[in-house]
């Protein structure tokens, strides 16, 4: 299956990351360019929507968890919208829950960046 990642920036600087279908081994690669992509071009905070993912595996995690070594290197964020149960479970079994941030909603993510400013 392919792996769909588009981006774009909110009002308040927040670069949304949607991706769309499996993020294993074979796809795994094309979401590590964008991100190292987005960094390169300055975009720090990250917010990554896996609302349409439908697998993930561990080289997807490795990916995630890469990007968000390259955005806490400029004193940046990589959070996770995730409402998928299947998904989930894998975040909450490798301990993952308490390295990202995990919103229900892209919106959810914008709220609660604003509070914490």
Do not use: W
Request: glycine content about 8%; aromatic content about 6%.
């Amino acid at each position: 299956m392919d792996l769909k990642v588009n981006d774009y920036t909110t009002d308040d600087g927040l670069t949304v990351i949607n991706v769309e279908g499996e993020i294993d081994v074979y796809t795994a690669p094309k979401l590590r360019e964008k991100l190292i992509d987005l960094v390169n071009k300055g975009k720090f905070h990250l917010l990554v929507d896996m609302e349409k993912v439908e697998f993930l595996d561990s080289t997807g995690l490795g990916v995630l968890v890469g990007g968000l070594k390259r955005v806490r290197a400029h004193d940046g964020s990589l959070e996770l919208v995730c409402t998928q149960e299947r998904i989930l479970k894998i975040f909450r079994i490798t301990g993952l829950t308490k390295v990202f941030g995990i919103h229900d909603s892209i919106e959810e993510a914008q709220e609660k960046r604003k509070s914490a400013k």
